[in-house]
Nanobody, 114 residues
């Protein structure tokens, strides 16, 4: 059974930083593309960043230059370093393994106060 567990969310002031982690179990982690998505209240879930099995990365325009996605296959973990946070980054952040339907974690709340 596949489990993705996110952690690292919380409340932070604008301009601050947070580091999210997502640990995967039940999958051959190293061969999966991994991604971070977010959903703000009243909005659709949107892509934040992805990292391929070969570590190529892709970012939403809204976070490029502020967020960094990385992975440690030995630890079966994908990270999202978030710097220069803005109130509009407030959302539930979800980890996803794979393409298409994929596998999803339960999410972690990030709240950025102004």
């Amino acid at each position: 059974q596949v489990h993705l567990v996110e952690s690292g969310g919380g409340l932070v002031q604008a301009g601050g930083s947070l580091r999210l982690s997502c640990v995967g179990a039940g999958i051959t982690f190293s061969v999966y593309a991994m991604g971070w998505y977010r959903q703000a209240p009243g909005k659709q879930r949107e892509l934040v960043a992805t990292i391929a099995s070969g570590s190529a990365t892709n970012y939403a325009d809204s976070v490029r230059g502020r967020f960094t996605i990385s992975r440690d296959n030995a630890k079966k973990t994908v990270y999202l370093q978030m710097n220069s946070l803005k109130p509009e980054d407030t959302a539930i952040y979800y980890c996803k393994a794979g393409l298409g339907a994929g596998y999803w974690g339960q999410g972690t709340q990030v709240t950025v106060s102004s």
